[in-house]
């Protein structure tokens, strides 16, 4: 696992990523702006810092320019930006960015990004070309905002466009989980979660759910499982375990 430094101005972007980030395994610092960044840079030395862009003090994309001429970009960073646009996105990746996540971000893409950011090359220094089309590092996402995975209630995603994960209705109330049309037989694809309870209980409910059905899928193949979900396997059982997935309902066990 990695140590991650989250870099945003808005206390509550940071404490949903934290939690997200640290329920995977990982390592999280936090920092309200540019200042707080370059001191917890240089304390823990990030694996991979998640940086905002529009911050009261100094900018993202000048900090990122700053880490860059400084020779300080020795991590992969991921910007992210309610406000972005294809020529924000192209300057950060020209300055060394890894990857542009666009506000709201879904907790799919949101590890997506962070996945492979964790296994790229140390990103190129500032000036030198990203070697990247400008859509390379674009993801969008749906993270805190009416109808995401997690956040304000409001808005309805179009059928079969529903991020994996759990949405709202203009009621809070629990829309089907997406990214797969429903199985005509075996395991089920798309459930309805109760969402007027806490935040980690709503989680935990639905991670119970896509694992159990990701296992039911594979038959029981924790390798399968494992590849599938994009968990290193050891983490992968442990995770099922927390959960309290019954693994011996499965066919193959721990195969």
Request: glycine letters at 14%.
């Amino acid at each position: 696992m990695a140590t991650i430094l989250v870099v945003d101005d808005e206390l509550g972007i940071r404490g949903l990523l934290s939690e997200i980030l640290s329920d995977e395994g990982h390592t999280v610092e936090l920092a309200e702006d540019a200042s707080e960044a370059r001191a917890a840079r240089d304390r823990v030395r990030p694996d991979l810092v998640l940086l905002d862009i529009w911050m009261p003090d100094v900018d993202g994309i000048s900090l990122l320019k700053e880490w860059g001429a400084n020779g300080q970009l020795s991590m992969p960073v991921i910007m992210m930006s309610g406000h972005g646009t294809i020529d924000t996105a192209v300057e950060a990746t020209k300055y060394g960015a890894t990857a542009f996540l666009e506000k709201p971000i879904t907790l799919q893409k949101l590890l997506r990004a962070v996945e492979q950011a964790l296994v790229r090359p140390v990103p190129r220094q500032a000036g030198l070309p990203a070697g990247q089309g400008p859509g390379a590092g674009l993801i969008g996402g749906s993270l805190g905002s009416p109808g995401g995975l997690i956040g304000a209630a409001g808005g309805l995603l179009p059928r079969g466009q529903e991020p994996m994960g759990i949405g709202y209705d203009s009621h809070g109330a629990g829309l089907p989980v997406g990214g797969a049309p429903a199985l005509a037989s075996g395991p089920r694809a798309e459930q309805s979660f109760d969402l007027d309870r806490p935040l980690r209980e709503a989680r935990d409910a639905f991670e119970k759910s896509y694992f159990e059905f990701h296992l039911a899928k594979e038959n029981g193949s924790m390798t399968r499982v494992a590849e599938k979900t994009g968990l290193e396997r050891t983490h992968l059982y442990r995770k099922l375990k927390q959960l309290g997935v019954d693994l011996t309902r499965n066919k193959r066990g721990l195969s």
